[in-house]
């Protein structure tokens, strides 16, 4: 296995001459004390670099960086004072590029001259927006001064050190600009302006770049190219990183037919960094979806891949970002030799805390082989330890790690002063039930006492069948001919005005009103009172606030014909439905640790007075109000893939002919009979078409041939504004496929708007049916090459309506915006669309922008207090503070909820450390309660720690090296690059085999 390094931690010239220096044309010791006044990595990086060198393949000099006219300066040392005014550092060639003015430190000349057969490499380096402007503006001329001065000063080089045989480029920023886009100033803030726009996509300008420099410099001094690359797991994946493109990168050739780049090298060693939750730099689950990803698209042979020599600390009590910690700290840290501090006082004085010495250590990860260590920590869950108690808790697992969530609140109902409960009913006529056979039971912690609901019933209307007898249509001769009825009766110890709770089932987005009388006095339950984003369809029951009534000591609430189904009541003086996620319990027990005196004896240490209780966790910001989402997956475990088709249940409703019973004789000409029905005769149901197949993986297909279209279509018209996302693979020569927007029309496959990815143009489509053959494309955008690349991958597709507008995206990339549409409904339907191609369904969801659903919230509860965490306070412009509705919603309509949030808001898409409360310490056990107020929050452990101050470090050791090492052997890598020597474990070297 092969190994390489970098720089980073030489010595200074300053401080390596105090050490060495070369005298009279030899190296030589001037004080041997000298080496002791270095720092710790200084003197680390030498100690392995000598003892070590004969397993050393090649090294990095990590020492030249790059300025925005592609002049080449000094990395390592500071100058503010040059003529360069925005930028720091000495230009490494003199005025006339005839000369080098600035070298690297003594000592890597030493080390170039003194260790011969390592391959050393001139690394040039530039970060950020700096690589824009090399890029794009005044390309030609900033480009020729970076490679002609990359020239020389590698000629210099190699005149005194024929060894320097790489030139290794570190181009890294994490955004990526496409032909047209325009370079900021700074991107953070685009009100400074913008300097130009990129002429070319960066992948396809990058690849060029490098082109250019293996012909120009590295085949005219016969050195390689070595290209310093972002680790991802697919094309383009993560997006933050596609500038990066491995296989546009593989693909440039040089001017003699050969791959241009000849080594490339992948930095996994930062999958965690400062802000991210703690964690191994390289975990394996992540390592090998890299490895998978560089064997489809590089040669394996000719690719180094990163290990980390490092770690890092986070802390865990007050949200402290995670500090570089080498292996020697490490050691130090658990051996008492750190404690926390938690900043400065006034007089530049660190605040250091009087804690005992308390790492919990020794283990190391099972997915990273990293070693782990807690200071200061007295208590840590796993939330597979967890105990749900209340609520939707899913447990789940994301990227190799377990957590737990609520996808969606659940009603945790409080009744107060309830007056009587109604869960008996008598039944006559056309009358149905669903859950009959075993009911459901309401416990007591809801109603006070246990009570059984035997079954969830609805009244139907009388059934009628055509009688040839008399050729009229007659009522069914057993009890479905008759009208059907519900009776309630229960009393109340008191008559009063009192509030109705009902407890209702509503299996489609259809069947959704109950017709009531309450001892003579008619009423309604749902149907248009209900917001089109009620969350509770299909749900086994739910609890819905009727209004309040004047009730009798005795009472009957009686049912008539209806299309939703009925449990029960309940009559109370007050209801909150208290829509909230799902609540755990753990565990905890806290004893004090033991230490050793002076004398050795073990004696108790102080436990802390306080301890913060935090949570690693990933809030979200607010989504728009789910009002229906199908992964399909669910469907697997009770229908046979490949024959179960999607289109056939109730709230997809496939295009058909329908009727609701009744005495009207009507001839249907399809099935050559008269069909009864009521006055609305024989009508067209149903938006949708085509054939939706589940597959095996738990995903639908659906094709439509040349000229032919399928739709998926929920049913269920909505008049509030929408936005509409479906996760789809796009396939077929020249398909067409997207989003079905604003169908209006029943029993018409070809009406409303569509939101299109247009493989035949290469281009995304806002466009509209009339529903009579019509079709007019009223807006277009060209697609990315990188979403062009995708086709037949899954790609995230979003369509928005708002206030008769259309918005358009893929992913994050907004493709249109702010389209109006003239002929959009006052209420439609909205769903899937594929035209002369096929289509893989993972994920649909129709959601509503006129509500947002907050991600954020939490409260733990220990000591009989509850402490509330999370709550974001948003306004309107109006410096309005934004309420929230009965379900926990922001009652904000817009397409941007981010313009309600406080400046400087921002979200993470990484677990946080949440510090959730501050709470006196105690000693045994005491159960704490975390309760996910919100849904959409992802938690993974749960900590207990001195207030004082408590971490966790990941280190990779000796063990981490090894199964990262056995990862790469198995792909055939080139080796492993390990940033950076100095930092390592020392025994890693033990494993490393010499060269000779």
Known sequence: MKFMSWSL?????????????????????????GIKTWGDTNRNFFHMYEMYHDKITSFGMHEFGVWIDGTIYNFRISNNNNDRKWEDGYPVLNADETAIQS??????????????????????????????????????????????????????????????????????????????????????????????????????????????????????LGMKLRVNMYAMTGDFNPHYYGWHDYKTLAAVRDKNGNQAIDEFQLMTYDFTYAYSAPGPSTPLWWLKDVLEHVKDSLPTEKTWIGNAGYGRRWGLDAQQPGNAVTYHQLVMWQNGMYVHNHGEQDQGKWIWHDQSWLPITGFNDAGSGYQVTYPHLYDKFLVEYAKPVEGRINKTSFAGQDLITSYFKSQQPIFT????????????????????????????????????????YRANKARYQ???????????????????????????????????IALVHF???????????????????????????????????????????NFSTSNTITIGPSTGYIWGFVVCEDFDQNFKGGTVEFASYLAPYYKRN????????????????????????????????????????????????????????????????????????????????????IRKIGFSNGDWILQNDGRVKSGANAGTSNQLVLYHPLSCN????????????????GIRLCADEEGNAKKGYLALLDYRQNKVVLAYEDGKGGFEEIASAWMSDSLISLKGQTVSVYATVHNNKAYIRVGRQEYLKGISLSNAASKSAHGVYVESGTVVLSLFNVSTTDRYEPLEKLEVEIHGQVHKYGEVERFDKNNNRIPYDDFGYLTYSGVDIGET???????????????????????????????????????????????????????????????????????????????????????????LPDLK
């Open 417 to 456: 002063g309830i007056k009587s409960v109604a869960n008996k009913l008598k039944h006559s006529g056309h009358v149905d039930a669903l859950y009959s056979s075993n009911g459901i039971e309401i416990p007591e912690k809801y109603l006070g006492k246990t009570y059984h609901f035997p079954g969830a």
């Open 722 to 737: 929408v936005e509409v996302r479906a996760d789809i693979a796009v396939s077929g020569t020249y398909p067409k496929a």
């Open 598 to 681: 002076s004398n050795g004896k073990p004696v108790k240490t102080e436990i802390p007075k306080e301890m913060v209780l935090t949570g690693e966790l990933l809030r979200r910001p607010p989504r728009p109000a789910i009002i229906f989402e199908d992964i399909f997956s669910h469907h697997l475990s009770n229908e046979e893939p490949d024959k179960f088709n999607i289109i056939s249940l109730p709230y997809y409703m496939r295009i058909q002919d329908h009727w609701e019973s009744g005495s009207n004789k009507v001839y249907y000409e399809k099935e050559k009979a008269y069909a009864c029905t009521d006055d609305q005769g």
């Open 507 to 549: 299996n489609t987005f259809t069947n959704n009103q109950i017709n009531c009388s309450l001892n003579g006095s008619n009423f309604t339950i749902g149907g248009n009172k209900l917001e089109d984003w009620w969350p509770f369809y299909v749900d086994q029951y739910a609890w819905l606030e009727v209004g309040t009534f």
């Open 9 to 33: 931690n030489v010595p200074s010239s300053l401080v390596f001459d105090r050490y060495i220096q070369k005298i009279d044309g030899e190296w030589k010791i001037v004080d041997p004390d």
């Open 901 to 991: 949030e406080p400046k400087g808001t921002e979200w993470d898409e990484d677990y946080n450390n949440l510090p959730l409360a501050k709470v006196q310490s105690w000693t045994g056990q005491k159960n704490i309660r975390v309760r996910m107020v919100d849904a959409g929050i992802w938690f993974t452990k749960f900590f207990v720690g001195d207030a004082q101050g408590f971490s966790v470090a990941y280190n990779s050791d000796f063990i981490g090296f090894v199964e990262t090492i056995k990862m790469l052997y198995k792909y055939g890598c080139r080796g492993v690059a390990m940033w950076t020597m100095g930092q390592e474990d020392p025994l890693i070297f033990n494993y």
């Open 466 to 500: 055509y009688d040839e007898n008399t050729e009229s249509c007659v009522p069914a001769s057993d009890d479905s001919g008759k009208n059907g009825l519900i009776r309630f009766d229960f009393g109340l110890e008191q008559a009063g005005k009192y509030k109705l």
């Open 103 to 220: 070298w690297v430190p003594t000592s890597l000349q030493y080390l170039m001259e003194n260790y011969p057969d390592i391959e050393y490499a001139l690394q040039f380096i530039c970060f950020g927006q700096k690589v824009d402007r090399i890029l794009h503006l005044n390309r030609e001329t900033v480009q020729n001064t970076f490679i002609r001065q990359v020239k020389k000063i590698a000629e210099l080089y190699r005149e005194r050190w024929p060894n320097v045989v790489t030139i290794e480029i570190d181009f890294e920023k994490t955004y990526t600009l496409q032909d047209g886009e325009p370079i900021y100033y700074l991107r953070e803030d685009p009100s400074k302006g913008v300097e130009g726009y990129a002429d070319g996509n960066d992948w396809t300008v990058y690849a060029n770049f490098l082109k250019r420099i293996k012909d120009e410099v590295c085949i005219p």
